[in-house]
């Protein structure tokens, strides 16, 4: 079953703005430059609060979480191997998804800090999927701890590794997702972002299938979304995504969901990540 639209969207309305968004390009230039304006007013309002720096607050409840004994084995997560050795922090956010031979698979940073938890902490699987994204409420531990870990790549290139033959698979994997095209309005991922100027109403979307464009699904994730104003990661995106194709929502810390952000990651290697930021 499909979880109910979060927003009351009609269905219509945005494939209708897609198209919108494709004839308005055809269009010409008035409509061109009023969405340029659009996308220009929102960058200086992201430069002015990611230099407020939001996502720090984020980063600190992290920190917090991260070295506190918790859970039932009363254990913190300072000896949690994220690819680099135990608790090396440095890197691993930007070298992520990776292969990890102690679980034979390939994990992103998302699921692989769940495993920590599990395994560090003796959380069950089932109390993390409780509640995965932010709401109004409260942002999952998962979130801060995600935003932690990603602040100590900051300032360092994007180096999704691409050595181990399971990391190879799991691009192709991921790949594959993202063209394959189904749901009622038979659409992928690249419907949305395989090609330059498209847009639903005024978010621009981004074509990561364009050289030197792939980044924008990497940069400034995990993000506070000025929509809402909630801290998520790249999961929640994913699966907002996966709602805006009309599939059905993948399960939590998913293979689907790691070979998806395998693929963009890798796309995106040899930028340089600025660390958590600030999202539309
Ligand atoms: C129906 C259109 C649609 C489809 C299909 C779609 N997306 Fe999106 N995507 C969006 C919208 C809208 C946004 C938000 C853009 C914004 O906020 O500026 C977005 C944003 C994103 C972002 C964040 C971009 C950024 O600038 O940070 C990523 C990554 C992403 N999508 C990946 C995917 C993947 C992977 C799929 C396939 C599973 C997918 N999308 C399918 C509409 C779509």
Redesign the pocket.
Known sequence: MMKQWRRPTPCRT??GA?LAGSLALAAGTALAQERDITAEQFEKFRMMMEEANTAELFEARGEDLWKARRGPKNASLEQCDLGLGPGVLKGAYVQSPRYYPDVGKVMDIERRIAHCMVTLQGFKPEDLSKQPFSNAKSTPELVSLTTYVAGHSRGMKIAVPQSHPEERETYKLGEA??YHRAGP?D???A???GEDGKR?RT????N?TRPGNAD??????P?YRM?GGLMHT?QW??N???R??R?PEPGYLSDTVTA?LAY?GVNANGSTYRGPGI??
């Open positions: 945005i494939a897609i997702v993202f309005w659409l992928s991922c419907s949305c972002h639903i978010q621009n979307l981004p990561f924008r699904g990497f940069i400034g994730w993000g929509t790249l995106r994913m907002d995504c996966f805006q194709q599939f998806l963009m999202k539309r």
